[in-house]
């Protein structure tokens, strides 16, 4: 009985010892793992980053003391509500690195500058400054909003522009027996902006091992864009049924044209009425006042003018 006891204190520290060992080798390789990540993001994310203006640079240290408003601005957050933010954030490719966080104390920040012009102003007398009082801390909560939302339609815009160029030169490659990543490798080289982005983005997390129809599904939340998400969908509908992806590129890219194409008669038709109601109440009564006022001053001031006459 003395036997069995000492051989199973023997066995449970043996196994002790062996789970300890197991357990720091699990957590070596779980920091390795982990520096290999974020040194990989920080190598993709360079490799995207464009060389840095002296305005962006300005623009990030000025946008920092947003974060001592924040608490403020996501209490006040009229018009911009913390998805929405994110999601304007997220489309428009935040090259200013703002959070959700920062970007609601910005508001309030610039609200702030607003008011303080405001006042400035109003001591000093300056013309109009009673309105500046009122309307700066509006328009200083207001601009960020509307510049914010104008990049993210701008970014979905550049994207439409080039998707039907870059799926047609995808196809060609994959009608080559080219593997759709590496020909998504090769051809985003010659591609800028947004779209060399989000598909360098989805590249790099199926090397991370991300799951590629949840890859696929990230790059739709990142874009609005309604060509986009209809690419993406025909990619994920023939992962799942085997539909050859070279024809989807090509079908797609066929599709995208003729789609740009009723766009721009859609536009044009648009403009006519436009371009009528421009000629007729700016064009044309200008060009009357102008005839009659020449009419009026040969008249008065020409040589068989009606003073003359009168005489």
């Given at each position: 009985?003395?036997?069995?006891?000492?051989?199973?204190?023997?066995?449970?520290?043996?196994?002790?010892?062996?789970?300890?060992?197991?357990?720091?080798?699990?957590?070596?390789?779980?920091?390795?793992?982990?520096?290999?990540?974020?040194?990989?993001?920080?190598?993709?994310?360079?490799?995207?980053?464009?060389?840095?203006?002296?305005?962006?640079?300005?623009?990030?240290?000025?946008?920092?003391?947003?974060?001592?408003?924040?608490?403020?601005?996501?209490?006040?957050?009229?018009?911009?509500?913390?998805?929405?933010?994110?999601?304007?954030?997220?489309?428009?490719?935040?090259?200013?690195?703002?959070?959700?966080?920062?970007?609601?104390?910005?508001?309030?920040?610039?609200?702030?500058?607003?008011?303080?012009?405001?006042?400035?102003?109003?001591?000093?007398?300056?013309?109009?400054?009673?309105?500046a009082v009122a309307l700066f801390p509006v328009a200083g909560y207001f601009i960020p909003i509307i510049l914010l939302k104008n990049q993210a339609k701008k970014r979905q815009e550049e994207l439409r522009y080039d998707l039907p160029d870059f799926l047609d030169t995808?196809?060609?490659?994959?009608?080559?027996?080219?593997?759709?990543?590496?020909?998504?490798?090769?051809?985003?080289?010659?591609?800028?902006?947004?779209?060399?982005?989000?598909?360098?983005?989805?590249?790099?997390?199926?090397?991370?091992?991300?799951?590629?129809?949840?890859?696929?599904?990230?790059?739709?939340?990142?874009?609005?864009?309604?060509?986009?998400?209809?690419?993406?969908?025909?990619?994920?509908?023939?992962?799942?049924?085997?539909?050859?992806?070279?024809?989807?590129?090509?079908?797609?890219?066929?599709?995208?044209?003729?789609?740009?194409?009723?766009?721009?008669?859609?536009?044009?038709?648009?403009?006519?009425?436009?371009?009528?109601?421009?000629?007729?109440?700016?064009?044309?009564?200008?060009?009357?006042?102008?005839?009659?006022?020449?009419?009026?001053?040969?008249?008065?001031?020409?040589?068989?003018?009606?003073?003359?006459?009168?005489?």
């Amino acid at each position: 009985m003395d036997a069995l006891i000492l051989v199973c204190i023997i066995l449970f520290w043996f196994m002790f010892i062996l789970g300890m060992r197991h357990l720091y080798v699990y957590l070596q390789k779980k920091q390795e793992l982990q520096t290999h990540l974020n040194e990989s993001v920080a190598n993709f994310e360079q490799s995207l980053r464009k060389k840095e203006t002296l305005t962006s640079k300005v623009l990030k240290k000025v946008l920092k003391y947003g974060d001592d408003f924040s608490s403020i601005g996501q209490r006040v957050n009229f018009f911009s509500e913390e998805k929405d933010v994110e999601d304007w954030l997220r489309k428009s490719g935040n090259r200013l690195e703002l959070t959700v966080e920062r970007f609601q104390g910005v508001k309030i920040y610039l609200a702030f500058i607003g008011l303080v012009s405001g006042i400035i102003l109003f001591i000093i007398q300056f013309p109009l400054s009673q309105f500046a009082v009122a309307l700066f801390p509006v328009a200083g909560y207001f601009i960020p909003i509307i510049l914010l939302k104008n990049q993210a339609k701008k970014r979905q815009e550049e994207l439409r522009y080039d998707l039907p160029d870059f799926l047609d030169t995808v196809s060609v490659s994959l009608q080559a027996g080219i593997d759709l990543d590496k020909a998504l490798r090769e051809v985003i080289q010659f591609f800028d902006g947004p779209l060399r982005e989000e598909f360098s983005r989805f590249l790099h997390e199926i090397n991370l091992g991300v799951p590629r129809e949840e890859a696929y599904r990230q790059l739709m939340e990142r874009n609005s864009n309604p060509e986009f998400q209809n690419l993406i969908k025909s990619l994920i509908q023939g992962l799942k049924l085997g539909v050859p992806i070279a024809t989807t590129f090509k079908i797609q890219a066929d599709d995208m044209r003729e789609i740009r194409k009723e766009q721009v008669k859609e536009k044009a038709a648009k403009a006519s009425p436009k371009i009528t109601l421009i000629t007729t109440f700016i064009i044309a009564p200008t060009a009357m006042l102008l005839v009659g006022g020449l009419m009026v001053m040969n008249l008065l001031f020409g040589d068989n003018n009606i003073f003359d006459l009168v005489k």
